[in-house]
């Protein structure tokens, strides 16, 4: 079955700090995304990783295939990185495949 | 190019009643995915349609049924709503060529 796991649940953290959010992933799972959702609702793609590390200004996801785990870093956090951060398992193996998401992580900074 | 676009943003039915949710897709993507997210949940994959066609399905009950139409737009039906159906219904279109999944910003339904 495939499964994926985010810790922690909620994050809160002042402004300037390191932020990490860590998923972890079942077997089966070939491509993880991590997306962002906030309040409202709307989604957007932040990354989508089958190897190695990604960086996009202050964020960087990176994944260990052999440990099966992903993170996402948020350097120098801002207020307006609050959001839920949610990140999400693929199989490409057969046609688009479908997302299996995790329960999200709730991130708060505070000014 | 467009991004995904959903309708209505909220709606409020009672128990019993049919629900039609719409979804159009990004400019060039053949495949969409419908989710649900309940409050304080991740989203749950309810079905995706490739070029008109199923394409996979999540473990939800048959009421929960859907189309994709000649211009890759699709419809989420619901029927004989239930309290529990209350979420957000997000759908993402994507492309053989991206993977990656772009979201609609949702339909907010209210079954009461």
């Known amino acids: 079955k495939n499964e994926v796991e985010q810790s922690p649940q909620n994050l809160t953290a002042q402004e300037g700090e390191f932020i990490t959010i860590n998923c972890s992933y079942s077997?089966?799972?070939?491509?993880l995304h991590w997306l962002q959702q906030h309040p409202g609702g709307g989604i957007v793609s932040l990354f989508m990783?089958?190897?190695g590390k990604k960086k996009h200004g202050r964020l960087i996801a990176t994944i260990n295939i052999q440990e099966k785990h992903s993170s996402l870093h948020i350097t120098a956090s801002h207020p307006r990185d609050s959001a839920v951060y949610i990140c999400?398992?693929?199989?490409?193996?057969?046609?688009?495949?479908?997302?299996?998401f995790g329960k999200g992580t709730k991130l708060s900074v505070k000014p | 190019e467009t991004g995904v676009t959903q309708s209505p943003t909220h709606l409020i039915k009672t128990r019993g009643q049919q629900v039609t949710l719409r979804c159009s897709s990004q400019?060039?993507?053949?495949?969409v995915s419908w989710y649900q997210q309940a409050l304080g949940q991740g989203p749950q994959f309810i079905f995706q349609?490739?070029?008109?066609?199923?394409?996979g399905r999540g473990n939800f009950p048959p009421r929960f049924s859907g189309l994709q139409f000649p211009n890759y737009s699709s419809e989420l039906n619901v029927n004989a709503l239930e309290l529990d159906d209350s979420a957000l219904y997000l759908c993402?279109?994507?492309?053989?060529?991206?993977?990656?999944?772009?979201f609609g910003p949702g339909t907010r339904l209210l079954v009461l």
């Open positions: 077997v089966g799972i070939s491509a």
């Open positions: 349609y490739y070029r008109e066609e199923e394409n």
């Open positions: 400019s060039g993507h053949n495949t």
């Open positions: 993402a279109s994507s492309s053989p060529s991206t993977e990656t999944q772009y």
């Open positions: 990783l089958s190897s």
């Open positions: 999400a398992g693929a199989n490409y193996g057969g046609s688009q495949g479908n997302l299996i």
